[in-house]
């Protein structure tokens, strides 16, 4: 099996879910997630913020905001709805999922005009959406929340257990939240803790999100360090993520915040999508690759071809 590091577009277009996960693994600590969001304009215009996000390093992209029953990315080619996934893996050569959100009760302003992450019937986790989406061509859901929308641990546990028993080993399922998502009684280290991931674990999360440290308050490199460890002691891998709009920092922060993720043991690191708006600022991406895998994997990752 190829680390996620020498795997080429036609390698990610062959791969199982089982050969995916272990590809992360086998790469040590060396895999990049980008989140971009295509329901607004691109950052260059007609180019995806998804391809632009795999030109600077991406190994893996996350779809936030992505609605099933409506499927779109904006700066994507004229292509059928039903055929968006499958064109963008195309055009970028990656592994593609997407957020579902676990909404018991939405807390924040469903008026678009108000609040840009306003929920829609096609981003909520049903079963109904798990089932397009995996009829689209995702390669993984992640099930969590987005700012003030109200997503809590217990809802993602037992969707997880539903989504396990539905599609088995059809899909990568992860599982977590970046920040509270609208619950005050989750934050800080309650966002998630041993027993969460114990649950998730047991749920059928392949892949356990976890802040990174030095973004959410009151989360360091000491406590992720012990949650990575106890995950890989069940057999998942974790993903560290920025979700604080730190993806739009300074390069010394972003480097500073990609080394702690890595002394934290962590397989994935996922950097967010508001950087301006719909990605990380492109020169971050490319920072924090460098700083956790070197200047050779990261131009090799940027200059391979998608017809390779």
Not at 244 to 263: F, H, P, V, Y
Request: net charge negative; glycine share 10%.
């Amino acid at each position: 099996m190829k680390r996620i590091l020498d795997c080429r577009s036609s390698d990610f277009a062959a791969m199982s879910r089982d050969e995916l996960l272990a590809a992360i693994a086998g790469s040590e600590g060396r895999t990049i997630a980008c989140e971009t969001i295509g329901a607004i304009m691109p950052m260059l215009g007609d180019i995806t913020n998804a391809e632009f996000a795999a030109a600077m390093g991406a190994d893996i992209l996350l779809l936030n905001m992505f609605d099933v029953q409506k499927p779109h990315i904006q700066g994507l080619p004229k292509t059928e709805p039903d055929l968006v996934i499958r064109k963008l893996k195309e055009l970028t050569g990656r592994p593609i999922g997407i957020n579902l959100e676990p909404v018991e009760q939405v807390l924040s302003s469903e008026d678009p005009d108000e609040n840009m992450w306003a929920m829609t019937s096609g981003r909520k986790a049903t079963m109904e959406n798990a089932e397009k989406a995996v009829a689209l061509g995702v390669d993984f859901i992640l099930l969590t929340g987005n700012p003030g929308i109200g997503v809590t641990n217990e809802a993602i546990e037992q969707t997880l257990k539903r989504y396990k028993q539905a599609f088995g080993d059809k899909i990568i399922l992860a599982a977590g939240k970046m920040h509270a998502s609208g619950i005050l009684t989750e934050g800080a280290e309650k966002i998630i803790t041993k027993e969460d991931i114990s649950a998730f674990a047991d749920a059928g999360a392949d892949i356990i999100l976890l802040p990174a440290p030095g973004t959410v308050p009151g989360i360091t490199m000491e406590y992720v360090k012990e949650l990575v460890n106890h995950a890989h002691s069940l057999g998942c891998l974790t993903i560290t993520a920025i979700g604080t709009s730190q993806e739009g920092a300074d390069i010394a922060t972003i480097r500073q915040i990609a080394l702690m993720c890595k002394m934290t043991g962590t397989d994935i690191h996922h950097l967010g999508d508001a950087g301006y708006g719909g990605m990380a600022l492109p020169e971050n991406i490319q920072a924090y690759s460098i700083a956790v895998r070197g200047i050779r994997h990261t131009y090799r990752r940027m200059a391979g071809s998608v017809n390779r």
